[in-house]
């Protein structure tokens, strides 16, 4: 219960800091990755407002054996850079740029209606469920 509790609180922050921010506006998202036109640096600050509390989290985990739901944390990742990363990351920034959405502010936007912000979520769902298969069939190619 409490896990479910922390991530309802968790989610509501996020999804308060979205809407206050004005993130869950694709015009605004879309303005900051055109850098070489109407280039908008709002989005720096929200990023830049992220790295503060993260900085602290991970502090406070390396004096922690468990986190508060009383798990043990992840094994930190690979630092490496492999083509399962590079190419996701192409994929989502594509996507991001194209609409001006990522996931959260995509579901944020569900709230005020409007099928472009469904069509995002549905299409995300699709890509969400191709890629594994993808992913499988990406690794097997760079085995060889």
Do not use: Y
């Amino acid at each position: 219960m409490q896990r479910i509790v922390l991530a309802a609180l968790s989610g509501g922050l996020f999804g308060a800091g979205l809407l206050v921010s004005g993130m869950t506006d694709t015009t605004k998202v879309q303005g900051w990755l055109d850098i070489f036109g109407a280039w908008d640096p709002t989005l720096a600050f929200v990023l830049g407002g992220a790295i503060l509390p993260m900085l602290l989290a991970w502090h406070m985990t390396t004096k922690r054996a468990m986190s508060l739901v009383g798990e043990p944390f992840p094994a930190k990742p690979d630092p490496r850079l492999g083509h399962n990363l590079v190419i996701g990351s192409v994929l989502f920034g594509a996507g991001w740029g194209l609409v001006g959405l990522c996931p959260g502010p995509a579901i944020a936007s569900l709230s005020w209606g409007g099928t472009g912000g469904i069509a995002f979520i549905l299409a995300m769902i699709g890509g969400m469920l191709i890629a594994r298969p993808i992913r499988l069939q990406i690794d097997r190619l760079a085995a060889i």
